[in-house]
Nanobody
Framework: VQLVESGGGLVQAGGSLRLSCAAS????????MSWFRQTPTKEREFVAA????????RYSNSVKGRFTISRDNAKNTVYLQMNSLKPEDTGVYYC?????????????????WGKGTLVTVSS
């Protein structure tokens, strides 16, 4: 499975961005899709996850209420709508595939990673 992220860029604090992640390859399995982020000074951290059906989602406390994860299975694509961005949201955002929503926040259980897209929020 290959994951390709897009949509990153430079935005001012308070602004919005929408990230996309397109999956290709062995995509006929049902799977959970997640977003993680990483900065040079912090370990990779969980941001959000969504079940195959899209009915269930999870968010980290730091983004809850500001970010929305969604997916379009017909396009094998997951999205992350990021609103009210803060400078501390700056980082490389990675798309990931895991098999279980319950453990979707554990980077050690990720099956596939994308290469990441950089988000920079200026103050």
């Amino acid at each position: 499975v290959q994951l390709v992220e897009s949509g990153g860029g430079l935005v001012q604090a308070g602004g919005s961005l929408r990230l996309s992640c397109a999956a290709s390859g062995r995509t006929y399995d049902t799977y959970v899709m997640s977003w993680f982020r990483q900065t040079p000074t912090k370990e990779r951290e969980f941001v959000a996850a969504i079940s195959w059906s899209g009915d269930n989602t999870r968010y980290s406390n730091s983004v809850k209420g500001r970010f929305t994860i969604s997916r379009d299975n017909a396009k094998n694509t997951v999205y992350l709508q990021m609103n009210s961005l803060k400078p501390e949201d700056t980082g490389v955002y990675y798309c990931a595939i895991t098999s279980d929503l319950v453990y979707s926040d554990l980077s050690s259980l990720v099956d596939y990673w994308g290469k990441g897209t950089l988000v920079t929020v200026s103050s």
